[in-house]
């Protein structure tokens, strides 16, 4: 095999080349978030004039002058075709210039088509049969298949294209500066053994190793080995190596998402992309966290009490927490958090989880509410608050999957569930934490029951014998079904092995009986003489009482100035009728919509951006969406999702999410992963979905967000997403000269109470984008005018006279 480096332009080229890729290669399967990524890399190779941008690999064999067979690499092949074929089309339909008026021909027919006197046309790329059929669809400009990944990545570039990030000389001069390290088999390769090695789950480079070369990599060399030495290896010693899991959380931590584990290192250039701060800095800081983390894990704080609940806390895995619980602790080191605050905060953390288990209360939603937990307490905290008075209104305010269980629903659950077939772990928590609470003469229950010389023993037996049955009467079977696996009937022993099926007399008076045992969960059966209901419910309400203490549900008189908006799951049965949504999550993705039917059609755009060709078929087969042609006509009771596909949207939000709840049954998602974030007001959207909110409804959708971070405590990372979704959304609002329209005024002048109480709507549209015009030369102006209220001030002028 020979390789070398060249532009990927130069494999399209030639008036008789034929790129086959063969037929035991996979389907192209590029997402629009990958097409995306690469033509920002385009926009970042014009702006910042880099001369080459590497693309990875490709590997081929020269099968003959006329035939190149890809062996790997087929991805990039055809994205980089369509890219190319969706600039011709732009070109012809003048939606991008270019000075060389002959550039759209001169793609087609140097990198796009053959020349073949015998045939009427062959194009130079052929995928796979099933995108080839879509790929040769849209070069011959017939019917495209709209269910295709192909077709859908294609009207991508277009929209891109379109939007005037670059014009048609940049693209094509950002295409050709692509380069790849180019692989050529020679005669005695074997493209099957090549194939394979390519493709085999050999070692792989694991996340972390990616982002240690990355962030290392283009340091001169003394500047690598004090970064290595200094940094990332204290940060790999202090998380004893697991460092995929712990970069993980710390971007969790430092963005509010939760990155696939297997999409640590993208999440991490993106982080590193959009931080000011330098490689050393966030290097700085992700030591700071490794050994935050390490801290909690080893419950080795050095705050005595909190360290005290922390080794009971570590026995049960709550790795979610860490996106809270490491920057906490670096207020605890920096003083804006005392100690007695963070022992508050890990007692109430404790409570909370233990409480959701016992009530049975799903854990997917975990992931979520910690993600940004930090990020909310540290917005709605003032000066002087604590932060555990934070977290409880925080936790408390919270419904459905999110909820704090109430002491009546954890009273209920922890009497009446079976709390012996649970996971190891949780039992031993439960038992050690039961026996010792809060005591400083401890027995260590769950070391004991891990290491086996101790075990759970049922007083009344799993098994009924007939001296059971006689002394529970009539109705022991009926008792020993209800009774047998609840708190009441639990306790520990060291001699489970021996005590049998025995009577609850024997099992008293033997020797290292109930009577001789050292354990506080043993003191009432030493004082009853039989067992039956009435010592299940009394020590029932005992060990009850314990638990209500030991995991209480906290209160506190605090309440923010700016209440947050409430988030629920879409889940399977709540309504949502009478409320108000303002914006949904899922995944990677978080849009702000501006009603139901907004977010209707946004979360299943969502979801066949991802599984594009499941949706179709499922539409193919169901009355809930429907394919459609090209010509058809979208009726007012419907909206088009994406080309070729609509939904009924004249329904109620009820109806609407019933769809959503089928499809998502259908593609086997949970239904808990999309979240809806509501308005605060009782105001309700009609069951009617009225389109008609006005001429600014685009942009005054963004409100009730807007007013969530003003405050001086949001970071910029806080505000990106809405900054970015904003300007977006604005581009079509925009006053090209808005010096023109406030003649005289500078920036500062239009954040004035003066300007604002007068301000009509074009007033205000000039404001904003005079505001925008500053911020691409002074970046930070739209987030310092977010968290000073000034920008909710000036959309509030939308929606009081947006007629004018």
Same mark, same amino acid.
């Given at each position: 095999?020979?390789?070398?480096?060249?532009?990927?332009?130069?494999?399209?080229?030639?008036?008789?080349?034929?790129?086959?890729?063969?037929?035991?290669?996979?389907?192209?399967?590029?997402?629009?978030?990958?097409?995306?990524?690469?033509?920002?890399?385009?926009?970042?190779?014009?702006?910042?004039?880099?001369?080459?941008?590497?693309?990875?690999?490709?590997?081929?064999?020269?099968?003959?002058?006329?035939?190149?067979?890809?062996?790997?690499?087929?991805?990039?092949?055809?994205?980089? @075709?369509?890219?190319?074929?969706?600039?011709?089309?732009?070109?012809?339909?003048?939606?991008?210039?270019?000075?060389?008026?002959?550039?759209?021909?001169?793609?087609?027919? @140097?990198?796009?088509?053959?020349?073949?006197?015998?045939?009427?046309?062959?194009?130079?790329?052929?995928?796979?049969?099933?995108?080839?059929?879509?790929?040769?669809?849209?070069?011959?400009?017939?019917?495209?298949?709209?269910?295709?990944?192909?077709?859908?990545?294609?009207?991508?570039?277009?929209?891109?294209?379109?939007?005037?990030?670059?014009?048609?000389?940049?693209?094509?001069?950002?295409?050709?500066?692509?380069?790849?390290?180019?692989?050529?088999?020679?005669?005695?390769?074997?493209?099957?053994?090549?194939?394979?090695?390519?493709?085999?789950?050999?070692?792989?480079?694991?996340?972390?190793?990616?982002?240690?070369?990355?962030?290392?990599?283009?340091?001169?060399?003394? %500047?690598?080995?004090?970064?290595?030495?200094?940094?990332?290896?204290?940060?790999?010693?202090?998380?004893?190596?697991?460092?995929?899991?712990?970069?993980?959380?710390?971007?969790?931590?430092?963005?509010?998402?939760?990155?696939?584990?297997?999409?640590?290192?993208?999440?991490?250039?993106?982080?590193?992309?959009?931080?000011?701060?330098?490689?050393?800095?966030?290097?700085? %800081?992700?030591?700071?966290?490794?050994?935050? +983390?390490?801290?909690?894990?080893?419950? +080795?704080?050095?705050?005595?009490?909190?360290?005290?609940?922390?080794?009971?806390?570590?026995?049960?895995?709550?790795?979610?927490?860490?996106?809270?619980?490491?920057?906490?602790?670096?207020?605890?080191?920096?003083?804006?958090?005392?100690?007695?605050?963070?022992?508050?905060?890990?007692?109430?953390?404790?409570?909370?989880?233990?409480?959701?288990?016992?009530?049975?209360?799903?854990?997917?939603?975990?992931?979520?509410?910690?993600?940004?937990?930090?990020?909310?307490?540290?917005?709605?905290?003032?000066?002087?608050?604590?932060?555990?008075?934070?977290?409880?209104?925080?936790?408390?305010?919270?419904?459905? +999957?999110?909820?704090?269980?109430?002491?009546? %629903?954890?009273?209920?659950?922890?009497?009446?569930?079976?709390?012996?077939?649970?996971?190891?772990?949780?039992?031993?928590?439960?038992?050690?934490?039961?026996?010792?609470?809060?005591?400083?003469?401890?027995?260590?229950?769950?070391?004991?029951?891990?290491?086996?010389?101790?075990?759970?023993?049922?007083?009344?037996?799993?098994?009924?014998?007939?001296?059971?049955?006689?002394?529970?009467?009539?109705?022991?079977?009926?008792?020993?079904?209800?009774?047998?696996?609840?708190?009441?009937?639990?306790?520990?022993?060291?001699?489970?092995?021996?005590?049998?099926?025995?009577?609850?007399?024997?099992?008293?008076?033997?020797?290292?009986?109930?009577?001789?045992?050292?354990?506080?969960?043993?003191?009432?059966?030493?004082?009853?003489?039989?067992?039956?209901?009435?010592?299940?419910?009394?020590?029932?309400?005992?060990?009850?009482?314990?638990?209500?203490?030991?995991?209480?549900?906290?209160?506190?008189?605090?309440?923010?100035?700016?209440?947050?908006?409430?988030?629920?799951?879409?889940?399977?049965?709540?309504?949502?009728?009478?409320?108000?949504?303002?914006?949904?999550?899922?995944?990677?993705?978080?849009?702000?919509?501006?009603?139901?039917?907004?977010?209707?059609?946004?979360?299943?755009?969502?979801?066949?951006?991802?599984?594009?060709?499941?949706?179709?078929?499922?539409?193919?087969?169901?009355?809930?969406?429907?394919?459609?042609?090209?010509?058809?006509?979208?009726?007012?009771?419907?909206?088009?999702?994406?080309?070729?596909?609509?939904?009924?949207?004249?329904?109620?939000?009820?109806?609407?999410?019933?769809?959503?709840?089928?499809?998502?049954?259908?593609?086997?998602?949970?239904?808990?992963?999309?979240?809806?974030?509501?308005?605060?007001?009782?105001?309700?959207?009609?069951?009617?979905?009225?389109?008609?909110?006005?001429?600014?409804?685009?942009?005054?959708?963004?409100?009730?967000?807007?007013?969530?971070?003003?405050?001086?405590?949001?970071?910029? %990372?806080?505000?990106?997403?809405?900054?970015?979704?904003?300007?977006?959304?604005?581009?079509?609002?925009?006053?090209?000269?808005?010096?023109?329209?406030?003649?005289?005024?500078?920036?500062?002048?239009?954040?004035?109470?003066?300007?604002?109480?007068?301000?009509?709507?074009?007033?205000?549209?000039?404001?904003? +984008?005079?505001?925008?015009?500053?911020?691409?030369?002074?970046?930070?102006?739209?987030?310092?005018?977010?968290?000073?209220?000034?920008?909710?001030?000036?959309?509030?002028?939308?929606?009081?006279?947006?007629?004018?």
């Amino acid at each position: 095999m020979k390789g070398s480096i060249r532009r990927i332009t130069e494999l399209f080229d030639g008036n008789s080349k034929h790129l086959l890729i063969p037929v035991y290669q996979r389907n192209y399967d590029w997402k629009i978030k990958h097409c995306a990524r690469l033509f920002d890399d385009l926009v970042d190779i014009v702006h910042q004039d880099r001369e080459t941008h590497f693309f990875g690999a490709i590997v081929g064999n020269p099968e003959t002058s006329f035939t190149y067979v890809v062996i790997d690499g087929q991805q990039r092949l055809t994205t980089t @075709s369509l890219l190319m074929l969706a600039l011709v089309h732009a070109l012809d339909d003048g939606a991008v210039k270019s000075t060389d008026a002959k550039l759209a021909s001169k793609i087609r027919e @140097s990198y796009l088509v053959l020349k073949d006197e015998h045939e009427a046309v062959k194009f130079k790329l052929k995928p796979v049969k099933n995108d080839n059929d879509a790929y040769s669809r849209l070069l011959r400009a017939d019917t495209p298949i709209e269910s295709s990944t192909i077709t859908a990545n294609y009207r991508y570039f277009r929209e891109r294209i379109a939007g005037g990030e670059l014009d048609g000389d940049q693209i094509w001069e950002a295409i050709f500066r692509l380069q790849v390290m180019a692989l050529d088999l020679e005669k005695q390769d074997d493209p099957q053994r090549i194939f394979e090695s390519i493709n085999s789950t050999g070692l792989e480079l694991s996340e972390s190793d990616k982002i240690r070369n990355v962030v290392l990599m283009h340091q001169p060399s003394h %500047e690598q080995e004090d970064l290595y030495e200094n940094y990332w290896n204290r940060i790999e010693k202090a998380v004893e190596y697991r460092t995929d899991w712990f970069i993980r959380f710390y971007l969790v931590s430092k963005t509010g998402k939760t990155p696939r584990q297997d999409a640590v290192y993208e999440a991490f250039r993106e982080y590193q992309k959009n931080a000011s701060a330098t490689t050393r800095e966030i290097l700085s %800081e992700m030591r700071d966290y490794a050994e935050y +983390s390490h801290k909690l894990n080893t419950a +080795s704080t050095g705050i005595a009490e909190a360290d005290k609940r922390l080794r009971r806390f570590n026995m049960v895995k709550h790795d979610v927490t860490l996106p809270l619980t490491m920057p906490l602790l670096g207020e605890v080191k920096t003083g804006t958090v005392s100690a007695e605050d963070f022992t508050e905060v890990v007692g109430i953390l404790d409570s909370y989880l233990f409480r959701r288990f016992v009530c049975g209360v799903p854990t997917n939603s975990l992931n979520s509410i910690f993600a940004t937990l930090y990020s909310e307490i540290h917005r709605l905290r003032g000066e002087g608050d604590r932060f555990s008075d934070v977290l409880t209104y925080s936790l408390r305010r919270r419904a459905t +999957s999110s909820r704090f269980p109430t002491d009546d %629903e954890f009273k209920e659950s922890f009497a009446t569930r079976n709390l012996y077939n649970i996971k190891g772990e949780n039992r031993n928590y439960l038992f050690e934490c039961l026996e010792n609470n809060w005591s400083n003469d401890t027995h260590d229950i769950a070391g004991a029951l891990e290491g086996q010389s101790i075990s759970i023993e049922h007083i009344m037996p799993q098994t009924l014998s007939s001296a059971w049955r006689q002394d529970l009467g009539d109705d022991a079977e009926e008792i020993h079904a209800t009774w047998r696996n609840r708190i009441g009937n639990l306790t520990v022993t060291g001699y489970n092995s021996s005590y049998s099926n025995s009577t609850f007399a024997d099992k008293k008076k033997r020797d290292n009986g109930f009577d001789a045992s050292p354990y506080r969960l043993n003191a009432l059966l030493k004082n009853s003489d039989v067992w039956t209901v009435a010592q299940l419910e009394e020590r029932t309400r005992a060990l009850t009482a314990d638990a209500l203490a030991y995991w209480p549900l906290p209160s506190t008189d605090f309440e923010p100035y700016v209440p947050p908006l409430p988030s629920m799951p879409m889940g399977d049965d709540e309504s949502f009728t009478n409320r108000t949504i303002v914006s949904f999550e899922f995944g990677d993705t978080r849009k702000t919509v501006t009603s139901w039917k907004d977010a209707f059609v946004e979360v299943i755009r969502t979801l066949v951006d991802e599984r594009r060709e499941e949706i179709f078929a499922y539409a193919d087969d169901s009355n809930d969406l429907t394919v459609v042609e090209d010509s058809h006509e979208v009726s007012p009771r419907e909206s088009l999702v994406v080309p070729g596909l609509t939904v009924v949207t004249a329904t109620s939000t009820r109806a609407k999410l019933a769809v959503l709840r089928k499809l998502f049954d259908h593609l086997d998602v949970d239904t808990d992963d999309l979240l809806f974030t509501l308005r605060n007001t009782d105001a309700a959207e009609s069951e009617g979905e009225v389109d008609d909110k006005g001429p600014f409804a685009e942009l005054t959708k963004f409100l009730p967000e807007m007013g969530e971070l003003a405050s001086t405590a949001v970071t910029d %990372e806080e505000t990106r997403r809405l900054r970015d979704d904003f300007t977006t959304v604005f581009a079509r609002f925009t006053i090209p000269n808005p010096q023109a329209a406030l003649p005289g005024k500078s920036l500062p002048d239009l954040e004035t109470a003066g300007f604002i109480e007068n301000a009509r709507a074009d007033n205000v549209l000039a404001a904003l +984008s005079l505001m925008l015009q500053v911020e691409a030369m002074i970046p930070g102006q739209f987030h310092r005018l977010i968290v000073a209220g000034i920008i909710v001030r000036w959309l509030t002028v939308l929606t009081s006279n947006g007629a004018q």
